[in-house]
């Protein structure tokens, strides 16, 4: 199940961005998304529609380990208003069937969906 305070960053009304880092052959790569653009399965995968992410595909196709920054000024942190996670787990693209359907109805101009199976989520602030 993912942490409570991660949910309250991804679900809150104040957008906040993400950053997703990949490892390819080269360098690592950074692609960008946003938490209002994060829908969370039932079994606590995260799902985010891709448009362009295809550095980001190209690298998970070689080595499906991700991590995220996920953060919010608005939320409660551990010390004052302001909280992030790093998040770990491992990543892969989707092109067809019901998650890709249901996110086409929020995000009509996706090509694919990317789906996070989440391994370790950490509190950093």
Known sequence: MLDQKLLEVLQHP????????TQGAGEPHVANTWNSYANITADDKLLFPAAGMNQTQQNIEKNNKVQLTVANRQVQGKMYPGTGFLVKGTARFITEGAEVDMMKTKFPWLR???????ESAVQTL
């Not at 694919?112 to 989440?118: H, N, P, Q």
């Open 14 to 21: 104040a957008d906040g961005a993400i950053a997703i880092v």
């Open 112 to 118: 694919a969906v990317l789906e996070i199976t989440v």
